[in-house]
């Protein structure tokens, strides 16, 4: 299971990155015994760590894809809302801090300003559906840009 985890992670000067499955929430997951957990729940415990019952992982960096052990910490679930509401991550990841996301927000803003080229061109372009396209150019993606 460890080579497994550790193929998935790139470690960077500040982060370790998850580069596996993630939820729609942008939090890294993997099975490990035929449960799914949480990446950053995995690297605490494989790096010695115990997780009291009823308590979370915290990322202290705010980063849902870092694995880094010395950046997770655990807390109480109402701890973990706080720095949500702090942070203003209650709502869900978005843009480029949602780890599904393929594309920045510079090329969305491109797909928009070349609204007037075929979606299926774009598409290939980006490497992306054309429904993607679409959503983008009529604003019920990426919203808020």
Known sequence: ????????????????????????????????????????????LLHGRTIPEDYVIRHKCRNRNCVKPDHLETGTREENIQDRVRDGTNIGPRGTKHGNNKLTEAQVLEIRERANETQIKLAKEFNVACSTISYIISRKKWSWL
């Open 1 to 44: 299971m460890e080579e497994k985890f550790w193929s998935k992670v790139e470690r960077t000067n500040e982060c370790w990155l998850w580069n596996g499955p993630k939820n729609k929430h942008g939090y890294g997951r993997l099975n490990c015994k035929k449960k799914r957990t949480y990446a950053h729940r995995f690297s605490f």
